[in-house]
């Protein structure tokens, strides 16, 4: 019955449902998951990365990502697929993110068995669990009286097969978890954003985001994967704007030497392509052409 209310209220634009088709048809042969939350699903085109390193690769991505989910998600994937390299975006943000229930509730539908309610328990509190309801999450949709058009598109080819556009955002769904944008940013239009009410500080990191990026690199060495820590490229707006942004290099650095990583920060490049605002939707977030240019930079690394 919850389900049924899910196919009725559920927007037929959120990628949830694609992605989840493309992890279903790779099963098995997923070797390469980029993890992590909106910034990772906007920067790597996986049929390119495929193309130049011969591999299979799923962008593992929801909206709002903690490690929490992070964690989950990636134990998940690995019940089904020989995973064997794995690009974890580490953004200032996700280090203080609160738990939350709309955006663990996104991971929990990818979830299954004993993992999914490990997850429940240990991203939500008590008031939360009504939210494992679909026809509870989405009750406000009822309003909109959109129900009849959702059906209709949801009836579709297009949302069968896993193709989408979304016109509002400029945004359609390419393959393996992978969001093509088409915007392009506002040129000058870098609003300088905050994490909370303050700037981003070491103190401000919370203990189970950094308990659950431990319980990452742990899953990762105990699974024979090379785990990579990345942080993607930003406009020089923003950069200039956040004058935190240093202290949290410098702090990934750290983390990535105590623990025997590699830690990639694509703002530190020199001669870097991404001082051309028009590679971006926003702030952080890269447009189809910045992905391409991104993902091939990755590659190069590599």
Known sequence: VDEFCGFLLEPASYFGHYATIDLKEAKGTVDTVFL???????????????EKMGTTSFNA??????????YYYLKEILKNNPVKTVYYNIHH??????????????????????????????S????????????YRYRGLIEDNNILNTVRLKMSDNYKMGKWYNETDMQRHSSMGFII????????NNENFTVTETDWSIEGILDYNIDYLNKIVELCKKNQIELILVTPPFTLGFLQTADYYDDFSLFMESYARENNLQYWDFNKLKNSPFVNELLFTDTSHLNYEGAQIYTNLLCEYL
């Open 181 to 188: 944008s088409e915007y392009k940013i506002i040129p000058g």
């Open 61 to 70: 991505v929801t909206i709002g990502q903690s490690t929490i989910d992070s």
């Open 124 to 135: 939500i509190d008590i008031t939360g669990l009504p939210n494992l309801l679909k026809s």
């Open 93 to 122: 943000i996700k280090l203080q993110t609160l738990k939350g229930v709309d955006n663990a509730m996104v991971v929990s539908d990818r979830l299954s068995g004993i993992n999914k309610w490990e997850h429940i328990i240990s």
């Open 36 to 50: 992590g939350s909106s910034w990772t699903y906007m920067g790597y085109d996986c049929a390119l990365y495929d």
